[in-house]
């Protein structure tokens, strides 16, 4: 496939010698990448990152990449550019759930990372006993399972939360852009809920916090507990008072 298409450059924002290796076999002359590791005798630009990078996360190793190439970053944190259209067709489907939306991000790219059915029930039941709107369960299509047991499990708690689950891609982000937060796992959606700038709360149990925007709030477990399964309900809870409280109690913690 990337033989026919007759590419003449591609990046690699991935430390995998496998997809340089397809590229190189595809014929394509320029090749950039992180260089680490067996992926540097693949790549023709003469650029590797520090052996430092070989775990770093992947913002930080693309910004080094461009640094090292002397390309300036065009902005200061990811910002997505959203249509109208998205945002309208969203906001027709979900029009009987009342604002404000909060969007729980229920996907997962590694187990390690998974919250679990039963803790993103508890956290939609705690949220809706504040009768603060209405909850949306958001994710991609391997997420279906999942989903329909946090729903299941809301439901026989009383509650009820929106499915929002393997929506087309910009619908997803005219979801988030019409939440007044978001809740989720380490993934993709955290990102998009920053670069739309959403308030992004993010549950780092099984991955280093991500530091590149200013509207992704880590919560990590507490000190001394590791993993996902430390994360509990009500340190969500208690990160969205303090999220709600004005500024200038933000600056003085």
């Known amino acids: 496939l990337l033989r026919q298409q007759n590419y003449q450059r591609v990046w690699f924002l991935h430390g995998s010698a496998r997809y340089v290796l397809a590229a190189w076999l595809a014929g394509i002359p320029e090749r950039i990448g992180y260089g680490i590791g067996l992926q540097r005798l693949l790549l023709n630009v003469p650029v590797a990152l520090p052996s430092r990078y070989r775990h770093a996360e992947p913002m930080a190793r693309a910004d080094a990449l461009l640094a090292l190439l002397n390309i300036p970053p065009s902005e200061l944190e990811p910002r997505l550019l959203l249509s109208a259209a998205a945002e309208q067709i ?18 997962s790219s590694e187990p390690w990372k998974q919250w679990g059915a039963a803790r993103f029930a508890e956290l939609a039941l ?5 009768s603060i709107g209405s909850v949306f369960v958001v994710g991609g299509p391997t997420e279906r399972l999942l989903a329909d047991e946090i729903l299941a499990r809301v ?7 929106a499915d929002a689950v393997a ?13 007044g937060c978001y809740i989720g796992n ?3 959606l955290l990102n998009m809920a920053a670069a739309l700038q959403v308030p992004a709360v993010g549950l780092f149990g099984g991955s280093p916090p991500l530091t590149h925007s200013r509207y992704i709030h880590a919560i990590l477990p507490p000190a001394g507990e590791t993993g996902m399964a430390a994360i509990t309900a009500s340190q969500v ?4 008072d303090w999220l709600n409280q004005p500024d200038e109690t933000h600056n003085d913690s």
């Open 90 to 107: 969203v906001a027709e489907r979900f029009t009987t759930w009342p604002r404000p939306w909060i969007a729980l991000g229920i996907g």
């Open 126 to 130: 705690a949220l809706q006993r504040r």
């Open 155 to 161: 439901q026989s708690g009383g509650g009820a939360a």
């Open 167 to 179: 929506l087309p891609i910009e619908q997803a982000a005219g979801l988030l852009a019409g939440c």
């Open 186 to 188: 380490d993934t993709g």
């Open 237 to 240: 809870v208690e990160a969205l």
